[in-house]
């Protein structure tokens, strides 16, 4: 896999088992290795902030030979301000360009106000504030890869009634660094992942002392749930 491929393009069989392999009825699954397991595990049981709304969902299956994803919507009442799809990948025997046996690929997604999207220092900023997840939580991580990507949509006829609107999309994929018996610190990849997804939607800090981050500022028009 390229590091910068777009894991959603991938199929998925509807199951969201943590082993993810060749299931064609034709091949014996291989038993799950106990470094994926692990970090499945910590993914299950990180404490993220109640207004991020996380649950399995299926998996790429030809991205590697184990994969499990997340994924998360950003809910303020009855409104969804952001989402966004993580996905961890396994490959016991190392893969060249993840420099890693683990892999972790996300796509994240908001609605923009159309001012802030015609702002030409937004993708760095957007970018930054991936790494700057990363780094705030301490992780170390090694060949990050990714696109930033706005997009307008103006709508005329029969949809002239709707107010233009922006999207920002950020995907992105990263080697985390592998910990005691070769498991990476997933559960802390996650909280560092809700922490960007929760900076595009606009939510403030999780901390009260986290005066580094920079949040978007609230957009119109958040999708009603």
Not at 215 to 223: A, D, E, H, I, S
Request: charged content about 25%; overall charge negative.
């Amino acid at each position: 896999m390229a590091a910068d491929r777009d894991p959603l393009s991938d199929g998925a069989d509807g199951r969201d088992d943590v082993n993810e392999g060749d299931r064609d009825g034709t091949r014996t699954t291989p038993p799950t290795p106990p470094p994926f397991r692990a970090a499945v595990d910590a993914l299950r049981s990180a404490r993220l902030r109640p207004q991020i709304e996380v649950e399995p969902t299926p998996a790429p299956k030809r991205l590697a030979p184990f994969a499990y994803a997340l994924e998360a919507t950003v809910v303020d009442g009855e409104q969804d301000l952001a989402d966004g799809r993580l996905v961890l990948l396994h490959d016991p025997a190392g893969h060249d360009a993840w420099r890693g046996t683990f892999r972790l690929v996300t796509l994240i997604r908001a609605e923009l106000e159309p001012e802030m999207a015609v702002d030409p220092l937004l993708p760095d900023v957007c970018w930054s504030w991936l790494t700057g997840a990363l780094q705030a939580r301490g992780l170390t991580y090694g060949e990050p890869s990714g696109t930033v990507t706005r997009a307008s949509s103006h709508y005329f006829g029969g949809l002239s009634a709707r107010p233009a609107a922006s999207q920002i999309e950020i995907r992105a994929s990263w080697t985390p660094r592998e910990g005691l018996g070769g498991v990476p610190d997933t559960g802390s990849h996650l909280s560092a992942w809700c922490d960007l997804l929760a900076q595009v939607a606009g939510l403030p800090p999780a901390g009260p002392g986290d005066a580094s981050v920079v949040t978007l500022p609230q957009r119109r028009g958040p999708q009603s749930r």
